[in-house]
């Protein structure tokens, strides 16, 4: 099932059901997004279970899916980052997170600032084409598409060519601000 907004906010009214999905749908790759700052498995797995309770006390305060995530995201990385700080047998390679922050923090920032502007552009785009360009990154093929909006697979093909052509023609011209960004960053 792929997540939306409106999952995110029966969570916040006490939907375990729908909670129990989101979880299943999260835990694996924010397990392994924890593993690739602690190096250890089942720690990795500990933190992501404490998230989730985390987030499920805090449940009310999200509405859209994109804060849900960027919430367990930035805390996993806060607590990550913590606990990395306190145990001595990952001091190595603390030292070299916190040597090479400045350098994380600009690419972050790109990535970010990329993020968004993809955002933005994609909320530009028409409702059917933004819905039908939406599942596509998503991992959905035109068939898919095509069943879960209930229109032809022609429509679909159609549709999406044009939304990944307008996308290309409006990104490209804020490229070079990136560029730009990326180079008085650096």
Partial sequence: MNLRNKHIRQIAKGDVEIFKLFYESLFQPLCVFSYTFLKDE???????????LTYWNKKSEFETLDLARAFLYKTAKNRCFNILRTQKIHQKYSEYVLNNEQSYIKQMIIENETYTLLHQTINALPSQTKRIIRLSLAGLKNKEIADHLNISINTVKTLKGHGYATLRQKLSRDMLALTILSVLLN
Avoid at 42 to 52: C, H, I, M
């Fill in 42 to 52: 089942r720690e990795a797995q500990d933190l992501t279970q404490d998230l989730f």
